[in-house]
């Protein structure tokens, strides 16, 4: 049984339900090395994907400020190959980036064939940041959940699997990691008054949130809610989810290349037979 259920879109959710400090009473050194595990096998699945170039892979990580998104970035690319992995960062659009339809930027950067990328956040902002702050009116981000849905439908129709983690933490646990960077030099540059000002929107974050993953969560591109409070859970949840949904090709991928491998002998045979010939 996979420790976190991705959602299927069939039943609404209430956030309130997830708690954040969720761990399925594991214990950290045990979750680790779980952890190690499966991303040895994610590795191998990378390897096999590549290999193939029949499918990519699509990570949105989206999350409160501290949530970890960077840390949950670091833990999974531990594991992958960098030949055929990436990150792609979103900001606050540049003028050009205004200029266009807010999936714009976002279709530039989606996965290749036998690639994985990972957004640190995404088109969701559109969604989230956007309708906390007004900046556009509601009949705007309201439309956006129809045209997120139909431009998933188009890179899954295009072999792309998508998986979308929301990086779930509690206020409280929140404020403690915002007050430990103060406290640590290497952390102390991630600062930001704009962080502090971010969470007096805590609550309306938090129904973006909600009301997104209900529009956008179907079985071919599901949201995780994953309970992040204890880091060594949320990489846990993380790699295995990226395992679940990947094995399932496993098979398709080894077929493809016993056939090219097959293809390929037969050439280098066809070859040294003309060569013997001569
Ligand atoms: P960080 O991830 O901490 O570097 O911050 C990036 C900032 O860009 C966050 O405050 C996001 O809310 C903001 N951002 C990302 N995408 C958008 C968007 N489409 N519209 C407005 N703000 C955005
Ligand atoms: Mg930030």
């Given at each position: 049984m996979a420790l976190v259920k991705p959602l299927d879109g069939k039943n609404p959710i209430k956030l309130?339900?997830?708690?954040?400090?969720?761990?399925?009473?594991?214990i950290?050194?045990?979750?680790?090395?779980?952890?190690?595990?499966?991303?040895?096998?994610?590795?191998?699945?990378?390897?096999?994907?590549?290999?193939?170039?029949?499918?990519?892979?699509?990570?949105?990580l989206q999350g409160m400020d501290t949530a970890g998104k960077d840390g949950a970035i670091g833990h999974v690319m531990t594991g992958l190959n960098p030949q055929s992995c990436r990150v792609a960062s979103f900001k606050v659009p540049t003028a050009i980036e205004a200029g266009h339809d807010f999936l714009w930027r976002i279709?530039?950067?989606?996965?290749?064939?036998?690639?994985?990328?990972?957004?640190?956040?995404?088109?969701?902002?559109?969604?989230?940041?956007?309708?906390?702050?007004?900046?556009?009116?509601?009949?705007?981000?309201?439309?956006?959940?129809?045209?997120?849905?139909?431009?998933?439908d188009l890179l899954v129709d295009?072999?792309?699997?998508?998986?979308?983690?929301?990086?779930?933490?509690?206020?409280?646990?929140?404020?403690?990691?915002?007050?430990?960077?103060?406290?640590?030099a290497t952390k102390s540059w991630k600062l930001s008054v704009g962080d502090w000002h971010e969470r007096e929107y805590w609550d309306k974050y938090q129904k973006a949130y909600q009301d997104a993953l209900n529009e956008t969560s179907v079985p071919h591109a599901p949201?995780?809610?994953?309970?992040?409070?204890?880091?060594?859970?949320?990489?846990?949840?993380?790699?295995?989810?990226?395992?679940?949904?990947?094995?399932?090709?496993?098979?398709?991928?080894?077929?493809?290349?016993?056939?090219?491998?097959?293809?390929?002998?037969a050439e280098l045979d066809a070859m040294r037979a003309s060569e013997t010939q001569k």
């Open positions: 309130s339900d997830h708690d954040p400090d969720y761990h399925n009473g594991l950290e050194t045990d979750a680790i090395a779980r952890s190690a595990k499966l991303l040895e096998e994610l590795r191998e699945l990378q390897a096999l994907m590549y290999a193939a170039q029949e499918t990519s892979v699509l990570v949105v279709h530039q950067q989606t996965p290749q064939l036998g690639s994985l990328t990972i957004f640190n956040r995404s088109h969701y902002e559109d969604v989230l940041v956007t309708r906390v702050h007004q900046l556009v009116p509601p009949k705007v981000w309201k439309g956006r959940y129809s045209q997120i849905r139909n431009f998933e295009n072999s792309t699997i998508i998986l979308k983690f929301f990086i779930h933490i509690s206020k409280d646990e929140q404020k403690e990691r915002l007050l430990a960077r103060e406290q640590d949201w995780y809610i994953v309970p992040s409070n204890h880091k060594w859970f949320r990489n846990l949840v993380i790699a295995e989810a990226l395992v679940n949904a990947l094995s399932p090709y496993r098979k398709s991928w080894m077929k493809h290349l016993e056939l090219e491998g097959t293809k390929a002998k």
